[in-house]
């Protein structure tokens, strides 16, 4: 089997166990996307990974690739960043925990994007330096959800094309991707999630910000709670999946 020798930078998304000294990682990587490795003895490794191959952390991984398995063989991992908080604290661990969720969920091997890395670096380390948690994973959510091509319709009403200009809240349709009107929404569906107009506002603002901007928006409680019901379930409805990680997140 030919075997070729790679290096990528990478965030740590998943380990488990393997065997009495093994660990199997999975990360993602800018121009790669998922990667999943063997690290061999990398439990009573003192010098190539001791510390260094943990959830969250980023590193640059030296790997080889076989012609028969696309799971590589993780060689040496260098720590660029580790993230320590986010291991620290429970409510930062669990939020960080459900970015890594979707992540593994939405990405597929050899479907690299680069911008969605940096989005994902941006997350763990405003999590890390410790910026509002909820707010984080929100404004993490709505990028997310640009460079998977399902950007909600966040402007005005789906159905009618026209912005509500009531007091009157909207309703997010998870089907339709997007927000509809009290006239158009004729019935209460499921999937159906009640929005106000301010909380539609401040989403539809976020996705229009560059993402060293995204600091300036400042979600209530109340807009939090609201937006994080729709983000869970849109993904929840376009995975066909319930993500666990939720529930480690108010």
């Known amino acids: 089997m030919s075997r070729s020798p790679c290096r990528s930078i990478a965030v740590v998304l998943h380990v488990r ?35 260094k191959l943990e959830i969250f952390s980023l590193l640059e ?12 063989r993780i060689d040496q ?18 939020a960080a925990t459900l970015l890594c969720e979707l992540l593994l969920h939405w990405t597929r091997e050899n479907d690299g994007e680069e911008e969605l890395f940096r989005l994902l670096v941006w997350a763990m380390e405003s999590l890390n330096q410790g910026a509002a948690i909820r707010q984080t994973v929100i404004l993490f959510q709505i990028k997310l959800l640009d460079l998977l091509g399902y950007r909600p319709h966040l402007s005005g009403c789906i159905g009618c094309g026209r912005e509500n200009n009531t007091r009157d809240p909207y309703r997010f349709s ?5 927000l509809l009107c009290g006239r158009c929404a004729h019935e209460t569906a499921a999937s159906h999630v009640p929005l106000s107009l301010g909380t539609a506002k401040l989403l539809h603002r976020a996705q229009s910000l560059p993402r060293e901007k995204l600091a300036r928006l400042q979600f209530s409680d109340a807009s939090a709670s609201e937006a994080m019901t729709l983000l869970k379930r849109y ?8 993500i666990h990680s939720w529930c480690a997140v108010g």
Do not use: M, W
Not at 20 to 46: F, H, M, Q, W
Not at 235 to 242: C, G, I, K
């Open 17 to 51: 166990d393997h065997g009495e000294s093994d660990k199997i990682v999975t990360c993602y990587c800018p121009l790669i996307g998922k990667l999943t490795g063997i690290a061999k003895g990398a439990k009573r490794s003192k010098k190539r990974f001791l510390n």
């Open 61 to 72: 991984i030296h790997f080889t690739t076989g012609d028969r398995s696309s799971l590589v």
């Open 77 to 94: 991992a260098d720590l660029l960043a580790p993230f320590a908080n986010l291991r620290a604290h429970y409510d930062r661990y669990g």
């Open 174 to 178: 998870s089907s339709r991707g997007g």
């Open 235 to 242: 993904h929840s409805d376009l995975l066909q999946r319930e």
